[in-house]
């Protein structure tokens, strides 16, 4: 489970775009999202590094929260 702040993140729209973009890379991928507070949680056997830098290309830069 990984779970990350997108600040860029405002409605229903950036959430679909967001679970489309993890999904390219890992079809199995959940991904909860709550455009309130930004954070995303994602669970997925994707490597990290990919699916950040996806996110970004999509204009979704995110961090990793711990
Ligand atoms: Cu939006």
Redesign the pocket.
Known sequence: MLTLHIPA??????VRAITAAVQELDPAATVEADVGSKQVRIDSTAAHAPLLARLAEEGYPASIKH
């Not at 993140?9 to 950036?14: F, P, T």
């Open positions: 993140i405002s409605c229903g729209h950036c």
